[in-house]
T-cell receptor
Framework: GEDVEQSLFLSVREGDSSVINCTYT??????LYWYKQEPGAGLQLLTY?????DMKQDQRLTVLLNKKDKHLSLRIADTQTGDSAIYFC?????????FGAGTTVTVRA | GAGVSQSPSNKVTEKGKDVELRCDPI?????LYWYRQRLGQGLEFLIY????????KSGLPSDRFSAERTGESVSTLTIQRTQQEDSAVYLC????????????FGPGTRLLVL
């Protein structure tokens, strides 16, 4: 079965970089995703990476994938107060998404 | 519409009552998914539709849960004889196809069973 794990909390100062880590277990995963959930809002797709890539950059977001260790990370450069949210790592195998419990990121001034 | 919509946004019900949750996927998306998110937890997969068929119902927690989809569009998730442990946010997502394609999520229905 699939099992996705992530740390529960991250506190970061405004302007610093945030790094959110995730580990997964299903080696057949084809895509890995990062979703953002703000209070009272639905899940917003932030970015995704195909399993044959090891890095993807999209503006302030950098995704690193270590397929050997089944480790995924999301780096947010120049973190802003609007980045405060819960970030979910998810892996897709077949058509199903398996999610981690989410990392609550708090940005302090 | 522009995105996935769900209704109602909030539902409070008494234990033992039946509830229906509705999802309107993005127009043209053939695949539709239901997930459940309990407080402080990640999402649990419930069921997947490709067109109007549900090839995978493995995530449905019990026979009190059922779902249908008509016209390759709207889907309804029904929970019969609700229990307090059914309290959660129920999220719907859709994608252009099944495998390998990005799922876009609705805002969810927050269900509270008293």
């Amino acid at each position: 079965g699939e099992d996705v794990e992530q740390s529960l909390f991250l506190s970061v100062r405004e302007g610093d970089s945030s790094v959110i880590n995730c580990t997964y277990t299903d080696s057949s995963s084809t895509y890995l995703y990062w979703y953002k959930q703000e209070p009272g809002a639905g899940l917003q797709l932030l970015t995704y990476i195909f399993s044959n890539m090891d890095m993807k950059q999209d503006q302030r977001l950098t995704v690193l994938l270590n397929k050997k260790d089944k480790h995924l990370s999301l780096r947010i450069a120049d973190t802003q107060t609007g980045d405060s949210a819960i970030y979910f790592c998810a892996e897709m195998a077949d058509y199903k998404l398996s999610f981690g419990a989410g990392t609550t990121v708090t940005v302090r001034a | 519409g522009a995105g996935v919509s769900q209704s109602p946004s909030n539902k409070v019900t008494e234990k033992g009552k039946d509830v229906e949750l509705r999802c309107d996927p993005i127009s043209g998306h053939t695949a539709l998914y239901w997930y459940r998110q309990r407080l402080g937890q990640g999402l649990e997969f419930l069921i997947y539709f490709q067109g109007n068929s549900a090839p995978d119902k493995s995530g449905l927690p019990s026979d009190r849960f059922s779902a249908e989809r008509t016209g390759e569009s709207v889907s309804t998730l029904t929970i019969q004889r609700t229990q307090q442990e059914d309290s959660a946010v129920y999220l719907c997502a859709s994608s252009l196809g099944g495998d390998l394609l990005t799922q876009y999520f609705g805002p969810g229905t927050r269900l509270l069973v008293l």
